[in-house]
């Protein structure tokens, strides 16, 4: 009995000493690789870090490069504008220099009643359609001409025909003239007309304008005309007087 005991006890202690080494023997190769692992981890932060330290210096490069391109591109940008505002400021003095000359009385169009001393004066607030001087082409106006008999004010409208019926497709500012004698009056810019287009004459108050009689084909109305108004010019009063007005406009066409 007690030499089984004996043996036993010996079994159990050699099983013993085995579990324990290759624990052991475990222990040491997790070690190892745990070893290996934080080795590895080490040579990546080191590769990492260089590379933050390059992307770096590229970034720190790129700045640089984008801070001189801001500034090039400032300088490129001012000297484009600078270049832009003289192009402009040479172009509009040679627009306004053309302007002024193609408005020379010898190089205008005159479309009205010749500016003669006439011995008839018009009843107030009248407004007058010259049927015998309509647009002769398409063309620009520039202004209004008149021999004015009396202080008045005036505006002008732009009568398009259509079918039986006119359409006012423009209208000027007031003229007002202060005293008598020849005026002339530039519109602020020019005016566009077509073929056929009728000029009327619109007066708030006396006519300053003189007429006579058997020259022309002036019509007339005391109907306040205004942009977009239709109108039947035949149906004007004035018809077989055929009235000449010493008022037109003056253009190129």
Excluded at 107 to 126: A, C, H, K, T, V
Excluded at 132 to 146: A, E, F, T, Y
Excluded at 204 to 212: A, I, R, S, T
Excluded at 229 to 243: A, C, F, K, T, Y
Aim: some cysteine.
């Amino acid at each position: 009995m007690k030499k089984t005991c004996g043996v036993v006890l010996s079994v159990l202690m050699l099983s013993g000493c085995v579990t324990t080494s290759e624990r052991i023997k475990a222990l040491e190769h997790s070690n190892t690789l745990l070893s290996q692992d934080l080795s590895t981890a080490k040579d990546n932060i080191a590769r990492l870090n260089m590379d933050k330290n390059r992307l770096s210096e590229e970034l720190d490069e790129c700045r640089r490069v984008s801070r001189a391109l801001e500034k090039e591109k400032d300088v490129r940008t001012k000297e484009a504008g600078d270049i832009r505002q003289e192009i402009r400021d040479f172009m509009k003095k040679q627009i306004l220099a053309l302007r002024d000359f193609t408005k020379r009385e010898e190089l205008l169009d005159y479309i009205g009643g010749e500016l003669l001393q006439r011995p008839e004066i018009s009843d107030e607030g009248l407004t007058l359609v010259d049927l015998k001087n309509p647009m002769p082409g398409p063309g620009s106006l520039v202004g209004l001409r008149g021999l004015f008999t009396s202080p008045c004010k005036v505006k002008l409208v732009i009568l398009r025909p259509l079918n039986d019926s006119s359409f006012v497709v423009w209208e000027s500012p007031i003229f007002q003239i202060a005293d008598p004698g020849a005026k002339a009056f530039d519109f602020d810019s020019d005016v566009a007309v077509e073929k056929g287009d009728l000029v009327g004459y619109a007066f708030e108050g006396p006519v300053g304008v003189p007429y006579d009689r058997g020259t022309g084909k002036t019509l007339f109305s005391s109907r306040k005309l205004v942009l977009g108004d239709r109108i039947n010019p035949e149906s004007l009063n004035g018809v077989g007087q055929n009235r000449a007005y010493s008022v037109g406009v003056v253009g190129m066409f």
